[in-house]
């Protein structure tokens, strides 16, 4: 059964990596492989396809595939290489970690460089190709241990050390949207959820004005409490009749308000754009 994703592969595997019964009568781990390679996907395949308890749900040849496939089967496990085109396999992670349930990420790749990145990342193992069936199995029962666990420990879907990623992932009703970080004009925040305002709509994301404040603090300003504007969309700062300041964007709607407490920080800014 194969199924088209613009921009990659994306392959829903009906049956395939089921081998024998699970130990102990444990659930079988939902599995998603994502390699840009098909020989690295067939050896690990193959390699799964030889443990008990393993289901492979989806195979992916890139980062953005590999979220979809998540959105879409909710795996405990994913095989994520590195060096993808696109989104790669660490920025892949970044996302990951914000999904709930969380699954657990497993790095297979043909460089031993990235391993700090990797761990940064949150990854319960990291496999240097090729990969031998002795490390996968180790790292599959780290992999169930996390998955054990994660409903008693939950992550806060705010772990993303390392460089800035180049898009925000939103989620809606089991969709899933990529959204470039370059297209996005203003973030405001609205009760548990921010509201990403970019150039083909807006997108809810489950992620703290503060967190993305602090990731992507180069690019985007804080003009209120509950809202950040892309440096780029400053047009103009413009006091009304009331003593009130409002900024004026490229492509807002609608003036935004600035809040006393960022209004001298901010004419600063918009000096120097």
Do not use: W
């Given at each position: 059964m194969a199924s088209a994703r613009a921009g990659g592969y994306y392959r829903p595997v009906a049956d395939a990596g089921r081998a024998g019964t699970c130990r102990e009568g444990a659930a079988p781990l939902k599995v998603v492989i994502a390699d840009d390679e098909p020989l690295a996907r067939e050896r690990l395949r193959a390699l799964l396809a030889a443990l008990p308890g393993m289901d492979v749900v989806a195979e992916a040849a890139d980062g953005r595939e590999a979220l979809h496939a998540c959105a879409d089967h909710n795996p405990d496990v994913v095989l994520l290489d590195i060096a993808m085109p696109g989104i790669d396999g660490l920025e892949a992670a970044r996302h990951l970690a914000a999904f709930e349930p969380r699954p657990a990420v497993i790095f297979c790749t043909a460089y031993d460089a990235h391993a700090l990145s990797a761990f940064e990342a949150a990854a319960v193992d990291y496999l240097v190709k090729p990969v031998r069936a002795e490390r996968l199995q180790a790292a599959l029962e780290r992999a169930r241990t996390f998955v054990a666990g994660r409903d008693r420990a939950p992550g806060t879907g705010e772990e993303n050390p390392g460089k800035s990623r180049t898009h925000l992932c939103a989620r809606l009703r089991g969709s899933l949207r990529l959204i470039p970080i370059e297209d996005v004009h203003y973030l405001q925040a609205e009760e548990k959820y921010v509201v990403v305002h970019h150039a083909r709509g807006e997108d809810l994301v489950e992620e703290s004005l503060k967190s993305l404040e602090e990731e992507f603090g180069d690019r985007f300003v804080r003009i209120h409490r509950?809202?950040?504007?892309?440096?780029?969309?400053?047009?103009?700062?413009?006091?009304?009749?009331?003593?009130?300041?409002?900024?004026i964007l490229r492509h807002g709607k609608q003036p935004l308000e600035v809040s006393r407490r960022c209004v001298a920080h901010l004419r600063e800014t918009v000096r120097h754009l």
């Amino acid at each position: 059964m194969a199924s088209a994703r613009a921009g990659g592969y994306y392959r829903p595997v009906a049956d395939a990596g089921r081998a024998g019964t699970c130990r102990e009568g444990a659930a079988p781990l939902k599995v998603v492989i994502a390699d840009d390679e098909p020989l690295a996907r067939e050896r690990l395949r193959a390699l799964l396809a030889a443990l008990p308890g393993m289901d492979v749900v989806a195979e992916a040849a890139d980062g953005r595939e590999a979220l979809h496939a998540c959105a879409d089967h909710n795996p405990d496990v994913v095989l994520l290489d590195i060096a993808m085109p696109g989104i790669d396999g660490l920025e892949a992670a970044r996302h990951l970690a914000a999904f709930e349930p969380r699954p657990a990420v497993i790095f297979c790749t043909a460089y031993d460089a990235h391993a700090l990145s990797a761990f940064e990342a949150a990854a319960v193992d990291y496999l240097v190709k090729p990969v031998r069936a002795e490390r996968l199995q180790a790292a599959l029962e780290r992999a169930r241990t996390f998955v054990a666990g994660r409903d008693r420990a939950p992550g806060t879907g705010e772990e993303n050390p390392g460089k800035s990623r180049t898009h925000l992932c939103a989620r809606l009703r089991g969709s899933l949207r990529l959204i470039p970080i370059e297209d996005v004009h203003y973030l405001q925040a609205e009760e548990k959820y921010v509201v990403v305002h970019h150039a083909r709509g807006e997108d809810l994301v489950e992620e703290s004005l503060k967190s993305l404040e602090e990731e992507f603090g180069d690019r985007f300003v804080r003009i209120h409490r509950n809202c950040l504007v892309a440096r780029h969309e400053f047009m103009e700062l413009r006091r009304d009749a009331d003593g009130h300041v409002h900024a004026i964007l490229r492509h807002g709607k609608q003036p935004l308000e600035v809040s006393r407490r960022c209004v001298a920080h901010l004419r600063e800014t918009v000096r120097h754009l």
